[in-house]
């Protein structure tokens, strides 16, 4: 039986030739390139090889050189679609058999095979012998020591595999193997620098360097300040190649730089180390100590065998980074302040820092023990539940029966593999929140006692500014107590002075206020226009406009009357207060409705002045936060709390130069606003 191989990325030529020819005759195989390893091991079995490519560029004529170099004696055959005279021509004086059109003609193709095949009668198949004959065949074809030379080869190479973590001694440990079985002069290994353990710096240029990583024969001097580099020079044309060098070769007669590195060392191959995907090194041997050369097959062996080298090189160099990243986890895991513990799914102890075993003691427990049962009760069940559930724990506080003033905050986080169902371990951080809890406390109690000192201040100062008229007007009340001009002033006076005092009580009041107390339907312009006339009370001008638009049919709230009515006069007096001379307030209401199908009373009041500054739109809901010499500032923020416990919310759009400031409030509509009293129904 003949073996025809086809070369070619498509499978319809193979399937082609399979169709027309006789299987019984030919058995036909098919590789999308040309693989030079492989045919170096299979070419003798190869009785005829068939091209695949289209005559139109260079690259066919180089497959086919290759080819001719791998397979010197084999026939090709070229199957094109497409073909240029010129490179039809070089197909043939480079050896090519006959150059066909596709597609396949089955009758050309036998009787060409058959003429190709004339001169080359077919090996007749013997018929297999028995298994006992085979056996005895084989025991007179062995030599005694066979087995034991062999059994002596692999202990020798199996000193390789305790190395298997140390990248310097194990190709120490396999240049020594080689040596004995090849008898080398002398050899060297040269690696490219391991990726960069976590946290540090590379050298300029030093991914593109390849330095000594072991030699024999080879004095150290010589090999410290060595390097070959992957642009030029050996390294840089097995790095472009990725084939064998010879120093005798044309390339290197051509290239000065590696005839003077070949010459350095003193070395007559190069033959580059890789991974099946890139270069790792270089290994530089020389001739055998009888000075004989390597022949093509050797340097191909030993090319497979650097292959695998370079895997394991490859391996070592992704311990050894796990390596530094587990030690740099270990170090954080050990100087952190949160205790940090990881239970597996046995629930026993992986990880337990000095930290957790201090947060959990236990009495007459050696300090580096620690297992799942000194966990509290409560903790190992919640790590129970994570391992078995795969859901995390988080931010879950803990205080312990017998420290009562300490807190915990415990997270638990499952750790799952791809392929698991459930966790394979969990992680427990336990912080220790006292500290942190009573600085919190301090830092809120200190707030608190700086907002009652402002808020007396303000007060104070606010509620004097009322009574002092009055004070004044008493101390005249005797002298002056029957001038009318006096009552009247006095009458102003004391009038000007409550209200004041009075509209501080409210809001005051309205602070204090969590809930609705009183709910009912309340048309949005009459609110307005209520609001607008309790405003007008605080405002000195007598000339003022309300200006009210609503678009679509009367809108209605249900809300507590007084409660709204007074954060919209407080809106509508901060309106008044930032208008210019005409105090004209614009007040716009109309209804939408939002994504989740909710509606809602939009009511934007706006005013006639230069708008809010920056810093105002963004502090002016913030208690005693205003921009005038007098007043508390509580005017806005009174009303931003009226309107959260009628579950809304008040805004002022980001502010632009010379437009009017506007204040937004949004409002549920038909809906009782949440907190109402339970009492609504009995008032």
């Known amino acids: 039986m003949r073996t025809l191989l086809i070369i070619g990325p498509h499978t319809g030529l193979g399937a082609a030739v399979r169709a027309a020819l006789d299987a019984s005759h030919y058995r036909v195989i098919q590789h999308d390139e040309c693989r030079e390893e492989e045919l170096r091991l299979t070419g003798a079995s190869i009785d005829l090889c068939i091209l695949d490519a289209d005559l139109t560029t260079v690259e066919p004529i180089r497959d086919l050189q290759r080819l001719r170099r791998l397979l010197p004696h084999c026939p090709v055959i070229l199957y094109a679609s497409d073909s240029h005279r010129n490179w039809e021509e070089e197909a043939y004086l480079l050896g090519a058999s006959h150059v066909l059109n596709k597609p396949v003609r089955g009758r050309l193709l036998n009787s060409l095979l058959d003429r190709l095949f004339a001169g080359t ?17 084989t025991r007179a074809a062995e030599t005694p020591l066979m087995p034991a030379r062999m059994l002596q080869l692999l202990r020798n190479s199996s000193s390789i595999l305790c190395h298997s973590l140390d990248a310097e001694s194990l190709l120490r440990e396999f240049l020594l193997v080689l040596r004995e079985i090849l008898g080398l002069n002398r050899a060297a290994i ?11 710096t590379e050298a300029a240029g030093a991914s593109q360097r390849l330095t000594s990583a072991c030699a024999l024969g080879l004095a150290p001097g010589v090999l410290e300040h060595f390097e070959l580099s992957l642009e030029a020079g050996i390294a840089g044309y097995l790095y472009r190649s990725g084939r064998v060098l010879r120093r005798e070769s044309a390339e290197v007669e051509r290239d000065p730089r590696m005839a003077r590195e070949f010459d350095a060392l003193g070395v007559r191959v190069a033959i580059p180390v890789l ?44 311990h050894e980074q796990v390596s530094a990243r587990h030690e740099m986890m270990f170090d954080i895991l050990r100087n952190i302040k949160a205790g940090c513990i990881v239970i597996g799914h046995e629930l026993n102890v992986l990880h337990a820092n000095e930290t957790a075993r201090g947060f959990f003691p236990r009495a007459n427990r050696p300090p580096e023990a620690f297992d799942f049962n000194d966990l509290p009760q409560v903790i190992g069940s919640k790590v129970f539940e994570v391992l078995k ?27 799952r593999k791809q392929s698991a169902a459930t966790p394979t371990a969990a992680l427990v951080v336990v912080e220790d929140c006292t500290a942190a809890d009573r600085l919190r406390q301090l830092e809120i109690e200190t707030a608190n006692l700086r907002l009652v000192q402002q808020m007396a201040e303000r007060l104070a100062h606010e509620i004097g500014n009322a009574v002092v008229p009055i004070a004044t007007h008493q101390q005249l009340l005797r002298e002056r107590g029957a001038d009318a001009d006096f009552q ?3 009458a102003a006076a004391m009038e000007e002075g409550v ?40 405002h000195p001008s007598t000339t003022v406009l309300l200006q009210y638009e609503a678009s679509g049919e009367p809108l209605s709230l249900t809300c507590d009357r007084q409660g709204l009515q007074h954060a919209f006069a407080e809106i509508i007096l901060n309106a008044l207060q930032a208008s210019n001379a005409s105090c004209q307030v614009q007040v716009r209401a109309r209804t939408e409705t939002d994504s989740s199908g909710s509606r809602w009373a939009r009511i934007e009041v706006q005013d006639s002045g230069s708008g809010f500054s920056p810093e105002a739109a ?18 806005l923020a009174v009303t931003s709390k009226i309107i959260q416990t009628h579950a809304g919310k008040m805004e002022i759009p980001p502010p632009r130069s010379g437009v009017p400031g506007l204040v937004r409030i949004s409002l549920p509509l038909d809906i009782a606003a949440p907190g109402a009293s339970a009492k609504t129904a009995a008032n």
């Open 389 to 415: 559930t795969g859901q995390p724990v988080v931010d879950y506080k803990y205080q312990p029966a017998s420290a009562p003033n300490r807190h915990f905050q415990i997270g638990i986080t499952p750790f």
């Open 618 to 635: 963004d502090k002016a809901a913030e208690p005693f936060f205003t921009t005038r010499k007098v007043g508390l500032g509580l005017g």
């Open 499 to 538: 209200k004041r005092v009075s509209r501080l009580v409210d809001q005051m009041r309205f602070l204090a206020r969590d809930h609705v107390r009183r709910v009912e339907s309340v048309p949005v312009k009459q609110l307005i226009e209520e609001a607008f006339r309790e405003a007008r009370a605080y």
């Open 121 to 137: 009668p077919k090996e007749e198949e013997k018929p297999a012998p028995a298994p006992r004959a085979r056996m005895e065949e």
């Open 190 to 200: 040269f690696l490219r620098a391991s990726p960069r353990a976590p946290g540090t």
């Open 488 to 490: 009247a002033s006095l």
């Open 275 to 318: 991974d099946r995907q890139s270069l790792v090194g270089v290994a530089l041997l020389d001739e055998r100590i009888t000075g004989e050369p390597m022949s093509n097959d050797e340097l191909a062996l030993i090319f497979h065998l650097l292959e695998q080298l370079g895997l394991a090189i490859k391996n070592i160099w992704w």
